[in-house]
């Protein structure tokens, strides 16, 4: 969608956006359903980029904890938990640069994707950069969605991150594509962004085409230590708005109301999902930020009338309009050899 026509609706008083958004949300995902995602971090910390917002950047004295890569068979009791749970998808987070083919690490994500995916939900990883052979083997593993958020426009990206670009994000988000995995990919409000800016990271995720099957809409949780640290709170009706306005652009991917969440009243979290949010990370915590406890969010959708989400493990993802380019358009021979080995990160869901 066009930005011009973006910033039109979010310009609309603020009933006839959510009752235009509503209209759209009704006629794509009638079924009155929310998805419920477990995420979970299985490699934390120690990252070497610099975004501006993360705990998780070496950069920044914020006291978390750096751990190594969990064991197979921690995440399989935390993947088993999260199931019993009702998780519909199950997210891993590494805090890595990126992956290689032919790196021990690597071997070892595949060979945990493998074990998850015997078990029902969908399979979704984030771990940072990826080439197409990556993507290709994470999809044959078992893998049914690659988060890679866009965070937000490609103007003020440099603002909040210098140890990565733009571009960079958007080829591996193509590398996913091509490889036939979904791609989540969103943004986060509160990096200091105009609502231009807003609008203009949904202007590029409305144009991917495939589009992206789901979209995370985090706002900002300050991290001391981090250059964000003193933020300004996201005023929760630009969120509301946000999504409403998500939902509009990307009908038919699913808006996953993400990190913020625990900070907002249940009256608040009610005006998301009306607005077409219809995801949600379930669980107790979120990386390393708390997330409302996993009974109180089922008591919510309960009265709220909403119900959890089956998982699809057959998912496929959005067709690409045949009509149109592919996008985002990459240029290939800009990829950046990594260095497969360093303990770097790269874990976009959430602000940490
Ligand atoms: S958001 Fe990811 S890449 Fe950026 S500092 Fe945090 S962990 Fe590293």
């Known amino acids: 969608m066009h930005f011009t026509e973006l910033q039109r609706h979010y310009e609309l008083p603020f009933f006839e956006l959510l009752k235009r958004a509503r209209a759209v949300h009704e006629e794509n995902w009638p079924e009155r359903e929310v998805q419920l995602c477990t995420l979970l971090s299985i490699k934390t910390g120690g990252c070497s980029e610099d975004c501006g917002y993360c705990a998780q950047s070496s950069r920044y004295s914020t006291g978390l904890q750096r751990e190594s890569l969990m064991a197979k068979e921690t995440v399989m009791e935390r993947a088993r938990a999260a199931r019993d749970n009702g998780s519909t998808r199950f997210c891993m987070g590494a805090a890595w640069k990126g992956v290689r083919m032919g790196t021990q690490k690597f071997e070892q994500i595949i060979d945990i994707v493998r074990d998850v995916s015997t078990l029902g939900m969908e399979v979704c990883v984030t771990l940072g950069e990826l080439g197409a052979e990556e993507a290709t083997a994470l999809k044959d593993a078992g893998v049914t969605a690659y988060n890679h958020n866009i965070d937000t426009s490609r103007e003020h990206y440099p603002n909040i991150v210098t140890t990565h670009t733009y571009d960079d994000r958007l080829r591996t988000i193509r590398h996913a594509q091509e490889a036939g995995m979904s791609v989540c990919s969103g943004g986060i409000l509160g990096l200091g962004e105009t609502i231009e800016d807003r609008l203009r990271m949904l202007e590029t995720l409305s144009e991917f085409n495939p589009p992206p099957e789901s979209v995370p809409i985090n706002s900002l949780m300050p991290v001391k230590g981090t250059p964000m640290e003193g933020n300004e709170p ?119």
């Open 234 to 352: 996201v005023d929760v009706l630009s969120l509301v708005r946000m999504i409403a306005c998500a939902r509009i652009a990307i009908p038919q991917a699913k808006v996953r109301l993400s990190a913020g969440r625990y900070s907002l009243s249940k009256e608040a979290q009610a005006m998301c999902y009306f607005a077409g949010a219809n995801s949600i990370f379930y669980g107790d915590k979120l990386l390393t930020t708390a997330n409302p406890r996993a009974n109180e969010d089922l008591a919510l959708l309960r009265e709220l009338g909403l119900s959890p989400q089956r998982p699809d493990r057959e998912m496929s993802p959005p067709p690409a309009n045949p009509d149109r380019a592919l996008a985002p358009a990459v240029e290939r021979d800009l990829v950046q050899p990594l260095d497969a080995e360093a303990d770097e990160c790269e874990f976009k869901p959430v602000p940490a």
